[in-house]
């Protein structure tokens, strides 16, 4: 009986299908990560030297006129590839569905991002380096160089034959690799990945990755195949036949770079078939595969599908009108890697980057394999089309093309339509309000108690007693606690105080070993207050001179950072301090506590600068007239979190933070000294960053 061989791409395939299978029932095996990733560095070894070689000998093999006119034909093909992928990303968004989101404070928001240099990316003052690193740009333009060199130098041919023979064994590596390893190292790749899934990682992200899919499966299947079809003497089903190998090995590995020697060989395989093929455009392969790798397409456009995303997802907005923005600005980005550019363009809308987090889930997850289908298509697609041009086998089929142009426009709509429809019925809901409501405390150690206002005649000044000779006394310390303090202090859905400096307070008090006494109060009622003996200390105020001279603070506990809380839609106008403090016609609101007076008269010179007694007057009705509202960033995000039709802005350049204190009575030496050695002790153990955490960036205890 003979056995049937089973094809390569059907090794893999079956290969593929069998781990994940695996992998679903199995645990984790130990060795199989180290095969895994041991095949896909196999696959890796051989890439870098495969770009080099391939660069040198394609480009050095040609003559300057052939060069030139190759280049110009090339940068008009890779536009129109590149508008024609940018145009399905872009409209994308149109399926997702209407929803209101709000997210807690996270400190990325304000992190500064190296600045990008194309320069540093693509100019190798050390080629070896660049090599050793895996710059994978400068590589490609040191080698195209070289090239360059090469293409005028007498009695090169031997050179090139030597640099020939060199890039076909890289090449046949490659190919021993594959055969003998790939279906081992494939279901190893897929059994890992499924055995190590938290499902839990997928919510949140469902929107983005079927959304991504779709670009994909659109583009990389359907669009840029037809349009070869279409125009060239290629077939839907040669195009396929090219990239159909290497496409599932780049989905199983999730890297472009490892399949580039495959696409090289299966694509040069196929022109080898075409009659009256020049022998310099049998070589394109050689330059144009590997020179995509260093380019912002395929795969690469995916971020700037993620920025929309994000938008949507933290409650952001990005209006059409930004879209060129987008491109312009964000196009050039993409030459680094997708974890350098993401950063950058989030931070180019003002998108928080404590969604980076969820990008780096989802290209673990797969959305790094989907983009590496689409690299591999596209740098296909992208060589047969500069082959067709060059060897003037272009041949429009006006039937085919109209046929092609409205199965992709249908298939598109359609799509787009039972995305939204699935989207909504998703039941996305809204659910940071309950998240921040619903937080009990860390620390329950101690019996706490509340007042809503202080007791009569408490501001009569009584005979002097240190805080700490009190306490003892009494057994309890007594807080008094600002109202609309959120996230310091605030009444969770028990009606329980709750908060971050209550926390903090719980601790001091449990250190101190006596019970609290919690009173709300007005901030225009916490010095006298102080002054007279019946608080102890206050919940916390930023270090601004203002409130310098109304209390005695305590050692810095916190910070907060400058930003503005502004409706979603007018996010854009509130991007860059400078436009913002000259526009004359900007109406801001700024909560008392942070209202410096010498600063606001400084820098607002036109009463466009208001206090306010509760930043809740903010969102209402009556002070729509208000702008935008000048606010710390933890706080700003803990009240979006209750109004999730606000977003909070960080304009640029970002301000230097305010630290927060506690007021205390002014002549309480004891008691100050004791906090500054208490708040350093709980810094130094990390307390404070804890209680930081759970509180305002929100995450669990």
Not at 546 to 574: H, T
């Amino acid at each position: 009986m003979i056995i049937p061989k089973i094809p390569p791409t059907a090794q893999i395939f079956i290969a593929m299908i069998v781990g994940l299978i695996v992998g679903h029932y199995v645990e984790l095996i130990d060795g199989v990560s180290s095969i895994a990733q041991g095949f896909i560095m196999l696959l890796q070894m051989t890439a870098l030297p495969y770009i080099a070689l391939s660069l040198i000998v394609g480009f050095g093999s040609l003559t300057l006129s052939k060069a030139r006119k190759t280049m110009k034909v090339s940068v008009l093909i890779f536009f129109l590839l590149t508008l024609i992928s940018l145009f399905f990303i872009l409209i994308s968004p149109i399926a997702f569905p209407d929803w209101e989101n709000a997210s807690f404070y996270n400190a990325n928001t304000i992190k500064t991002e190296p600045v990008f240099s194309l320069i540093d990316l693509f100019v190798p003052a050390n080629p070896f380096n660049a090599f050793a690193t895996g710059s994978i740009p400068a590589i490609a333009l040191f080698s195209v160089f070289v090239g360059l060199g090469l293409m005028t130098v007498p009695k090169k041919r031997a050179a090139l034959n030597v640099l020939t023979i060199l890039q076909k064994s890289v090449a046949n590596i490659n190919s021993l690799v594959m055969k003998y390893f790939a279906p081992v190292g494939i279901f190893c790749i897929a059994y890992r990945a499924t055995a190590t899934l938290d499902a839990s990682q997928v919510e949140g992200l469902t929107v983005y990755i079927v959304t991504a899919f779709f670009n994909v499966f659109l583009l990389a299947l359907i669009v840029l195949p037809a349009l070869i079809a279409s125009i060239t003497t290629f077939t839907y089903r040669q195009v396929l036949n090219i990239f159909k190998t290497a496409m599932l090995t780049a989905f199983a590995t999730g890297s472009f770079l490892a399949v580039i020697p495959l696409i090289v060989e299966s694509t040069k395989k196929e022109l080898a078939g075409l009659s009256g093929l020049d022998s310099d455009l049998a070589k394109a392969p050689d330059i144009f595969i590997p020179i995509s790798f260093s380019l912002p397409v395929g795969g690469k456009l995916l971020p700037l599908l993620f920025v929309l995303f994000a938008a949507w997802f933290s409650g952001a907005y990005i209006s059409y009108q930004e879209y060129i923005k987008l491109i312009f600005f964000g196009f050039p980005q993409l030459f680094a890697t997708a974890i350098v550019a993401t950063p950058q363009l989030l931070d180019l809308f003002n998108v928080s980057n404590e969604v980076m987090e969820l990008f780096i889930v989802a290209e673990n997850l797969i959305v790094a394999r989907m983009g590496a289908v689409l690299s591999v298509s596209f740098s296909t697609c992208f060589t047969l089309l500069i082959v067709a041009v060059m060897s003037k086998k272009m041949v429009l089929k006006p039937a085919y093309l109209l046929g092609n142009t409205i199965l992709v426009s249908s298939i598109t709509v359609a799509a787009l339509f039972a995305l939204q429809l699935g989207f909504e019925g998703l039941s996305l809901q809204y659910k940071g309000y309950d998240k921040f409501i619903q937080r009990d405390l860390i620390h329950t150690r101690v019996s706490s108690k509340y007042l809503d206002e202080p007791a009569p005649n408490s501001t009569n000044v009584q005979p002097f007693t240190d805080v700490l000779t009190r306490i003892r006394g009494r057994g309890f310390i007594r807080v008094g606690y600002f109202r609309d303090d959120l996230p310091y202090a605030f009444h969770n859905h028990k009606a329980q105080l709750v908060g971050f400096d209550i926390e903090v307070i719980n601790l001091l008090a449990s250190d101190l070993k006596v019970d609290v006494e919690y009173v709300k109060i007005f901030h225009n009622e916490a010095q006298p207050l102080l002054a007279s003996g019946y608080l102890d200390m206050t919940t916390g105020v930023p270090v601004i001179p203002d409130n310098m001279r109304r209390f005695s603070l305590s050692a810095p506990y916190s910070q907060q950072s400058l930003a503005i809380i502004v409706k979603d839609e007018r996010r854009a106008e509130f991007t860059e301090w400078q436009a913002i403090i000259t526009n004359e016609s900007l109406v801001l609101g700024i909560p008392e506590t942070f209202f410096y007076e010498d600063a606001v008269s400084a820098f607002f010179k036109h009463d466009t600068a208001w206090e306010l007694s509760t930043p809740r007057l903010f969102f209402r009705e009556e002070y729509d007239n208000i702008d935008g509202m000048i606010f710390g960033a933890p706080a700003a995000s803990a009240w979006t979190l209750l109004y999730p039709n606000y977003t909070v802005v960080m304009p640029k350049p970002v301000r230097p933070p305010l630290n927060m204190a506690f007021p205390i009575n002014r002549n309480d030496q004891a008691f100050e000294l004791y906090l500054r050695n208490w708040i350093q002790m709980k810094q130094q153990s990390h307390e404070l960053d804890r209680i930081f955490a759970y509180w305002i960036e929100g995450n669990a205890s």
